[in-house]
């Protein structure tokens, strides 16, 4: 084998100017993208669901805020665009988000289904975990569960209802759910484990349907989401007997709650948090954050969002207490799941 070709000092030098000339742009490109402004396009608002939910209909309400909160250095509103994953009832957006881009231009509404519910109730779990799969970036709110009646249900009142409940021979009673492994059917199952009772339970594949089987009668009561059931309360089509919320709502001031009705500590309801995928920028973070707050600080968009059913988020709301929101929220699902035993086929 002969000798191999030696590479002299002076092109060898060359070579190695050549390679700095040509990392140069590089490293001024890398620089320029990472102080490019955030957001410099538009931002994707994912939700779970189709479009004219509870859910889809508080994602638009926010999307608006936050355009004016993140606005540019001229004034411009940043576009923030609702984008609809229905499926599963919300595993799969959830699924999805977790492999975006973590630039802050995707995010999420979650609600308690994807992430308090199924990550427990799902047969086999869920691919992602509910919390450290995901940045948080804040809470935007709860929403109240109503139990309801059938007006040729007996009982008149929260105290009366529960009472009957508990004295009722096993599976005489039928109640509606919205479908298995729901808040409301959660929540009636949780019901009834605190009472000592059982009942047959009627799942229908909406909060719409169930609330009209429970109109008429095809269901003696129910747990709904409160903007599920909210007009045919006002028309006096299922009769509100109490909130499974530790506190009254605003719009419907009248409505006692199961703590106030002989059930002290039920507290089991739905929420929204505001996700984005892992580890996301700190400082996009802190950005989103804060006009996150800013729009929770409106009175007009607060009123708004009680007008759909969500009790807007007061109490401290940075990224780290979005995150212990979540655990907190996540460990009680999974208790409540266990519990009752209800189990959510794919």
Known sequence: MGEQPRMTRRPLLAALLGLCALSAPLSRLSAQTADRPFPDRAISLATGYAPGGSTDIAARLLAERLGVHLAGPGGEPARVVVENRPGAAGVVASEWLRRQPADGHTIMLVESGSHGIAPSALVGGTRYDPVKDYTQLAVLGTGPLVIIASPDFPPRDAKSLLAAL??????????????????????????????????????????????????????????????????????????????????????????????????????????????????????????????????????????RLIETGVAPWRQANSPADARAFLEREVAKFKDVVQRTGVKLEQ
């Open 166 to 303: 508990r004295e009722a021979p096993p599976e005489s009673i039928t109640y509606a759910s919205s479908g298995v492994a729901t808040p409301n059917h959660l929540a009636s199952e949780m019901l009834a484990l605190t009472l000592g009772a059982r009942f047959v339970h009627v799942p229908y594949r909406s909060g719409g349907q169930q609330v009209q089987a429970i109109h008429q009668g095809q269901g003696q009561w129910g747990v709904a989401v409160l903007a599920s059931a909210a007009g045919q309360i006002r028309g006096g089509l299922v009769r509100p007997m109490a909130l499974t919320a530790p506190e009254r709502f605003p719009t419907f001031p009248e409505i006692p709650t199961l703590a106030e009705s002989g059930l002290p500590g039920f507290d089991l309801q739905t929420w929204n948090v505001i996700l984005g995928p892992p580890d996301m920028p700190p400082a996009v973070v802190a950005r989103l954050n804060k006009a996150i707050n800013a729009a929770l600080g409106e009175e007009a968009f607060r009123n």
